[in-house]
């Protein structure tokens, strides 16, 4: 569900204008906001690919150090909120 920008209600793909303040709403996905999709998406798996294997540096050797892996998953974790958090402005 997406969100009218002026009031931050919920509002259905249907809907043309927003109920509670009357703002115009428009539904369209240009090639900006699917790359953004895509990329937000690809972070996500690496974020993921970095957790696990950062619980694996613990158990295995043939893995990079813990500390390498940690700052790592941290680091995807930081890029990932920014990544989400600008995909729903340019949605919008």
Known sequence: MTRCRDCNTCL???ETECISCGASVVFKES???IFGQRFTGCIKMMFFASAGLTVASLFFDATPSFTKCV???L???IVKSSAEQMYEKKKD
Do not use: S
């Open 31 to 33: 090639a900006k906001t």
């Open 12 to 14: 259905t793909p249907e």
């Open 75 to 77: 680091i995807l974790a």
């Open 71 to 73: 700052t790592c998953t």
